[in-house]
Every structure is written in structure tokens, then in C-alpha cells.
């Protein structure tokens, strides 16, 4: 478990020490003291927790604390409901893109944690957008998750660079919760 000094957090949050020390003695930010001393300790949960809760930015913490979520699909329903279901508090951040070349830039300034794939956009497309991540070592341990359509056809493709897939229509909450836990396995999200 990660924690931090009053120093540590003032500089996180842009404060003086002292105004970091008046948050903890109020019980606003929650912590310890060490045993012996009248030095404060905050553990890196409840400082993430705190930061959310005033609307204060994560900075260097986001990247551990976030579940980033790509999401490449044209359907805009399907995008609401993804988002709805992943919400900032719940510790998700989401972006969209409507192309493989979109998906391929953001991908590269998102560095995203999974990369949902609705196979809608085009067999052929979706298919090349999972195949091209896998080949760069950078996302390498980027979930893949594919949306299949559900239209009566057979869908046959190699699955092997796809981490789990869904078929079209599905629960949005069960697929939040799925990511929750294939990205928790990695990161300690809050």
C-alpha cells in the first residue's frame, strides 16, 4: 500500500504543507499518524478519494488510480450507454474513436487499459484494428474486448489477439463490471 507525506500531497495538490495538514486535523482527508510522532501518513486510496471528491485533478496519480477505456464504435447509443456505465467516480476515463485511424491516434496520446471494438464498424476493420495493437509491443497487455453484432450470421475469425468478446445486444453494467475486475487485476482502481 502506497502512502504519502503532507509534503507529498501538497505538492500533488498545488497547496502549502500547512493547508494539507489543516485538511487532515479537520478529518476531511483521511489518514494516520505515525506512532510516536506527530508526522501524518495518506494512504494513496484515500488521497485519490479525496482529489474526486473536491474535483481536484489526479496529475501524477491518474494513470494508476484511472481505468482508461477506448471505445471504437460509430454507434452512438452504444457509446451513451458504455459511458453511462463508466463514469469518472466510478474511476473510468473514456474516449471514443469512429475509425481504426482514429483508434490507432488515440490509442497512441490515450494509452488506453482495453480497447472495446465494435465489429458493427466492419469485420475487416475491427478485425485489422486488434491485429495492428497486438503487433506493437506498447500495447501488448491492452485489453481487447470485441462486440459482436448478433444478425444471424456465423462469425468466424481468428480470435487470438481478442481477450473476450460480447455479443450484440448486452448488458452494459455486466461488461463495466467485467472491466472492472480484467483491469483491477492490474491497477488498484479506487
Known sequence: MKVFTTGQVAKICKVA??????????????GYRIPGSQD??????????????H????GDLEDEAMAKV???????????????ELPTERSFRVAV???????GIQAESFHPDCIITDFSIGKVEALQICQNLRKNVD???TILIALLPD???PLTFDRSSINETFKKPFDAKLLAERLRTLIGARKELV
Do not use: C, H
Not at 501524518?40 to 471528491?53: A, C, V
Not at 477506448?70 to 452504444?78: E, F, H, M
Open 17 to 30: 504543507p500547512r493547508t494539507v495538514s489543516k485538511w487532515f486535523d479537520s478529518g476531511r482527508l483521511k
Open 151 to 153: 444478425d444471424g450470421s
Open 97 to 103: 474513436a469512429a475509425s481504426g485511424f482514429e483508434a
Open 70 to 84: 477506448l471505445i471504437v464504435a460509430q454507434d452512438q447509443v452504444l457509446i451513451e450507454n458504455l459511458k453511462r
Open 40 to 53: 501524518r501518513r495518506i494512504p494513496r486510496e484515500y488521497l485519490i478519494k479525496f482529489l474526486k471528491e
Open 55 to 58: 474535483g481536484m485533478p489526479l
Open 139 to 141: 500495447f501488448a497487455e
